[in-house]
C-alpha cells in the first residue's frame, strides 16, 4: 500500500510540474510584452497616486485615445523599418507633404475623398524614394531619412508659403466621421483605427511570410539573402509602409482639428520613436513586437497628461522621452552582449 501511495503521489505532482514548465516557457518567450505591461501598469500607479482626481475619471481615458493615435499610427509600422535594421526620420515631413497634397486636390477639385487618395498615394512615393534611395544607392537610412526630411518638410513649405489650410468643410462627410469620429458618442474613431492598424501589423509580421522576412532581413543579412529572402525589396516595402502610414496619421490629425499647418508633424518625432524603443524593439534590428509598440504608445501618451496633472510643468516631458530612448537602447545593448 504503501508503494501504491507513492506512486499516487508521484503521478499526482507530474501535472503540476507540466504547468510550471508551461509558466516558466510562457514567461521567457513573452518576457518583453509582459515586462512592457508591468511598466505600463506601473506608470498608471504612480500617476493615479500622484493625481487620483484626473486618473479615476473618464476624460482623461478619452484624450488619450483622441491623441495617442496620431503617433501610435506611426510608431506600428515603424516597428517594422527598425526591425530590418533600418531607421526613418523623415515620416513627420512625410505627413504634412501628404497633407499638402491632399489641400491642393481638396482645393481644385472639392473633394475630401480624392484629396485622401492623392495623400496615401503621396506618403507612397515619399516612402518608396526612402526606399530606393537606402536600398538601390546604399546610403545609411540614418543620413537619407535626414536628408529627406528637410526636403519634404521644404517641399510643402514653398508650396504652401508657410499658409495653412482650413477643413471645416470635411465636417460631417463620410471621411471625417469614419477618420475621426466619435463611436457611440464616446470612443474616437482614430482609436478604433490604430487597433486595426495594430492588428493589420501584427498578422504580417507574425502570421506571414513577409514578417519572417523582415526579421530574417534585420537579424542577418547574409543568412537572409542565403535563405531565398530578398532583402532590397523588404526593406523598399518596408519604407513604402512607412511612408504611407506617415500620410494617413497627417490626415487624422488634420481632420480631428479641423486644419492643416505646414508645420504639421514637427512633434510626433520623438513621442514615436520612444514608443518603438520602449516597446522592446531593438534598435540593431532582428527583435522587437508589435503588442509592445502599443503598449508603449499609451505609456508615452500618458507621460505629458501625467506630468501636468501632478504639478509639474511640461519642460519634462521631452527630458523623460529622451531617457527613455537612452535608458531602453542601453538596456537592449546590455542584454544583447549577454546573450552572446
Avoid at 52 to 77: G, H, N, Q, R
Wanted: proline share 3%.
Amino acid at each position: 500500500m504503501n508503494r501504491v501511495g507513492e506512486i499516487e503521489k508521484f503521478s499526482a505532482e507530474i501535472p503540476s510540474e507540466t504547468a510550471r514548465g508551461k509558466l516558466s516557457r510562457f514567461v521567457r518567450r513573452y518576457a518583453m510584452q509582459i515586462g512592457i505591461v508591468l511598466v505600463g501598469v506601473l506608470v498608471w500607479l504612480l500617476f493615479l497616486i500622484g493625481s487620483p482626481k484626473t486618473f479615476l475619471s473618464f476624460p482623461i481615458y478619452a484624450a488619450y485615445m483622441s491623441t495617442t493615435p496620431f503617433f501610435a499610427l506611426m510608431a506600428l509600422p515603424l516597428t517594422l523599418v527598425i526591425i530590418t535594421g533600418e531607421i526613418d526620420l523623415s515620416f513627420p515631413s512625410i505627413m504634412a507633404f501628404g497633407m499638402t497634397v491632399y489641400a491642393l486636390v481638396l482645393v481644385s477639385t472639392g473633394s475630401h475623398i480624392l484629396a485622401f487618395i492623392a495623400c496615401m498615394a503621396a506618403g507612397l512615393v515619399a516612402g518608396l524614394i526612402n526606399g530606393v534611395i537606402v536600398v538601390r544607392i546604399g546610403i545609411p537610412s540614418l543620413v537619407a531619412t535626414i536628408g529627406t526630411q528637410f526636403f519634404w518638410r521644404g517641399v510643402v513649405l514653398v508650396i504652401t508659403g508657410g499658409n495653412g489650410t482650413g477643413l471645416t468643410s470635411a465636417i460631417g462627410g463620410v471621411l471625417h466621421t469614419g477618420l475621426v469620429g466619435r463611436l457611440f458618442g464616446l470612443i474616437p474613431a482614430q482609436m478604433i483605427w490604430t487597433i486595426i492598424v495594430a492588428i493589420l501589423v501584427w498578422f504580417f509580421l507574425n502570421r506571414h511570410r513577409f514578417g519572417a522576412h523582415v526579421y530574417l532581413s534585420g537579424d542577418n543579412v547574409e543568412s537572409a539573402r542565403l535563405m531565398g529572402v530578398n532583402v532590397p525589396r523588404v526593406k523598399t516595402l518596408v519604407f513604402a509602409i512607412m511612408g504611407v502610414a506617415a500620410a494617413f496619421a497627417g490626415v487624422v490629425v488634420s481632420l480631428e482639428v479641423l486644419y492643416f499647418w505646414p508645420t504639421l508633424g514637427e512633434g510626433y518625432l520623438l513621442s514615436t520613436l520612444s514608443s518603438v524603443f520602449l516597446g522592446g524593439t531593438s534598435v540593431f534590428g532582428g527583435t522587437g513586437t508589435v503588442f509592445g509598440t502599443l503598449v508603449a504608445s499609451f505609456i508615452i501618451g500618458a507621460i505629458n497628461a501625467g506630468i501636468v496633472a501632478a504639478g509639474l510643468t511640461g519642460f519634462w516631458t521631452q527630458l523623460i522621452y529622451g531617457l527613455i530612448i537612452v535608458m531602453s537602447v542601453s538596456l537592449q545593448t546590455v542584454l544583447s552582449r549577454r546573450l552572446r
